[in-house]
């Protein structure tokens, strides 16, 4: 199942770094449900219930594109036998009643990518049982189903009954208070920090290691007397701690840290990207004061205004569906482009035709679409589906409340002008796409990538448009 994220907070989100819509503890999900895997886009689904009880409602304000695989439920084939699932694979009871010492732990169906920069999980205790022996925590794919959580290497444990920290040991350390019937116990994993704390009904208790560092963690749970029973909360509800606020503290970390970074500084780079972005869109007046106020003005830069005047000369006729004058100006101002660039002068052939459906009788639109167009049929097949499309304009008495309306609205003509400058740039030897863009896109691969290779965990916290849109001060 393919979910979107975005972080929570105690309305309804939390966890890792889910986002889906809300749902209830008592679905008949099957016991062996396989990881979510997430879609870390941006969306919020607070008020869309559903029956999955085994989808997560959690969070983390991240714009990554690839996919994420969280731990959703309990693991029916990473289970001590001494323990019960229930069918939506989130209810643990404890059943054997031989001895006191037979320990029993159950995994998460998969494990924690650190590429999610924060995960969270909480239980409720739905029964201390006969003694209260529980614990939480995480643990790698290698502890025995035999043990509480932190009881062996590379294993965190906040148990219960003495309120002690477990990590590696069988002996605890003190830590937090006791938990019992009806508390709220919860684990953080930051692998930016790469820490772990755990909570007790929504309140932080403390650090409690920092040694996670290159482990693959799975969240656990270790029960060990009669009628202990928990329910576990991956995100399908609300979380009793605030894992919003923890997430935009640790983002403001990690921005901050970035910005204090220093770099080598080179003003002329800078200035003529910035100065490329602007005459590649043809802000001509604002390429002016720029460029005065840079120092960087000269005859070079006369001609290249002269450029953009031509650009914007040529897209405003356009705008206007003035299509001859278009290919009058094209003709005079750049000789040959039609003649090398054939799908423009298709395209703005096409628009003609869609321009005539809007003011010349039928009789002259359908002579230029035989005369002019027909033969274009025959030089591809998208060139055959659109004209096509195009020339179904003429079976309708009113185009405009037609199927194909649309082509007569502007944005067609938007298209082409955009199509047409990029065109243009290339013809006289510029780039199509602004340098400057092609970095902010070539940044966001790379996050990306750092995100996919779980290279960095901080980089679940990074988006590009938090550098651009946001005011250092």
């Given amino acids: 199942m393919y979910l979107q994220s975005s972080f929570s907070n105690n309305s309804g989100r939390g966890g890792g770094v889910v986002d889906t819509s809300s749902s209830s503890s008592s679905s008949?999900?099957?016991?062996?449900?396989?990881?979510?895997?997430?879609?870390?886009?941006?969306?919020?689904?607070?008020?869309?219930?559903?029956?999955?009880s085994n989808i997560p409602n959690n969070s983390s304000t991240l714009y990554r594109q690839n996919l994420y695989e969280l731990p959703t439920n309990w693991s029916?084939?990473?289970?001590?036998?001494h323990l019960e699932l229930s069918s939506n694979s989130l209810r643990v009871t404890y059943k054997n009643n031989k001895t006191d010492n037979e320990a029993g732990l159950i995994r998460a169906n998969c494990c924690i990518p650190p590429s999610c920069g924060i995960y969270y999980f909480e239980i409720t205790v739905i029964s201390k049982g006969r003694d209260g022996y529980i614990g939480i925590g995480v643990c790698t794919s290698t502890m025995l189903l035999s043990r509480l959580p932190g009881w062996e290497r590379?294993?965190?444990?906040?148990h219960g009954d003495d309120g002690n920290l477990f990590k590696g040991s069988g002996t605890g350390i003190s830590y937090g208070p006791t938990y019992t019937t009806g508390d709220v116990v919860g684990c953080c994993i930051n692998f930016v920090q790469g820490t772990i704390f755990f909570t007790k009904n929504g309140v932080p208790l403390g650090e409690a290691t920092k040694d996670i560092k290159g482990l693959s963690l799975y969240p656990c749970v270790g029960l060990r007397t009669p009628g202990e029973s928990l329910e576990a909360n991956f995100g399908q509800r609300p979380f009793a701690f605030d894992v919003d606020q923890l997430f935009?503290?640790?983002?403001?970390?990690?921005?901050?840290?970035?910005?204090?970074?220093?770099?080598?500084e080179d003003d002329s780079i800078s200035t003529q990207l910035v100065l490329s972005y602007l005459m590649h869109h043809g802000y001509s007046e604002t390429v002016k004061l720029f460029a005065k106020a840079t120092g960087t003005d000269g005859d070079s830069l006369n001609s290249q205004l002269d450029d953009i005047k031509n650009r914007q000369k040529i897209s405003e006729l356009l705008s206007k569906g003035n299509i001859d004058e278009v290919i009058k100006e094209l003709d005079n101002i750049y000789p040959n482009f039609l003649t090398q660039n054939r799908d423009i002068q298709f395209?703005?052939?096409?628009?003609?035709?869609?321009?005539m459906i809007k003011t010349s009788p039928i009789e002259e639109?359908?002579?230029?679409?035989?005369?002019?167009?027909?033969?274009?049929?025959?030089?591809s097949?998208?060139?055959e589906s659109n004209l096509n499309e195009i020339f179904s304009l003429i079976a309708y008495s009113d185009p405009y409340t037609s199927p194909v309306s649309f082509l007569l609205e502007k944005s067609k003509r938007d298209q082409i002008i955009n199509d047409l400058n990029c065109a243009l740039l290339v013809y006289c030897h510029k780039p199509a796409t602004p340098v400057l863009e092609k970095i902010v896109k070539q940044a966001k691969v790379a996050i990306d990538q750092v995100v996919h290779q779980n290279a960095s965990p901080a980089a679940a916290f990074?988006?590009?448009k938090d550098f651009i849109d946001v005011d250092d001060n």
């Fill in 28 to 52: 008949s999900s099957s016991s062996n449900s396989s990881p979510t895997r997430v879609n870390n886009n941006n969306n919020n689904n607070s008020n869309n219930n559903n029956n999955n």
């Fill in 76 to 81: 029916s084939k990473e289970k001590c036998s």
């Fill in 154 to 158: 590379n294993s965190f444990g906040y």
């Fill in 248 to 264: 935009k503290e640790e983002k403001q970390r990690v921005i901050k840290t970035i910005k204090n970074t220093k770099t080598v």
């Fill in 347 to 355: 395209k703005l052939l096409c628009q003609k035709f869609i321009e």
């Fill in 365 to 379: 639109t359908m002579a230029f679409g035989q005369n002019q167009l027909s033969n274009f049929s025959f030089e």
């Fill in 381 to 383: 097949k998208e060139c």
């Fill in 462 to 464: 990074i988006n590009v």
